[in-house]
């Protein structure tokens, strides 16, 4: 039953990734799961698909995911698309090497992702640098 649980988020991760960029720069990538009981998880990793310490809503899958063989092309992808945009989440669905669009999110969650730990969620903000958008309207 495990061993099917495995292939289940291994071939989860490798058909759709959540890209959060900050003034067009892929900073972290969300891979979200369901197992066969219908519990949600969402693993966060950096760009280099290391397991970061804080979670989006849901717990961490119970066991490690490997990374998907498209994940550079995918983030040069989402950085592409976001180019102009001070900040954004870039849905991408992958299938073997190749990256396909699914949708620009200027707010998920209407702006109310709940993240933990809390220092997390002012961490995450601090990466927008809202002067840098005030520049560009003067």
Not at 98 to 104: A, G, K, R
Request: with cysteine; proline share 6%; aromatic share 10%.
């Amino acid at each position: 039953l495990r061993m099917n649980m495995m292939i289940s988020y291994q071939e989860l991760v490798r058909t759709f990734l959540k890209n959060t960029l900050f003034h067009g720069v892929a900073c972290f990538i969300e891979a979200d799961f369901t197992d066969d009981n219908g519990c949600g998880f969402i693993n966060v990793y950096d760009r280099s698909w290391n397991l970061q310490p804080f979670q989006m809503e849901y717990p961490n899958t119970p066991i490690p995911i490997k990374e998907p063989p498209s994940l550079n092309k995918s983030v040069i992808a989402a950085q592409a698309l976001a180019n102009e945009i001070e900040y954004c989440r870039v849905d991408l669905m992958l299938k073997g090497r190749d990256v396909y669009f699914s949708e620009i999110t200027l707010s998920p969650k209407r702006g109310k992702l709940k993240i933990t730990p809390a220092i997390w969620d002012a961490k995450l903000g601090s990466l927008w640098d809202l002067s840098l958008a005030n520049n560009r309207l003067n």
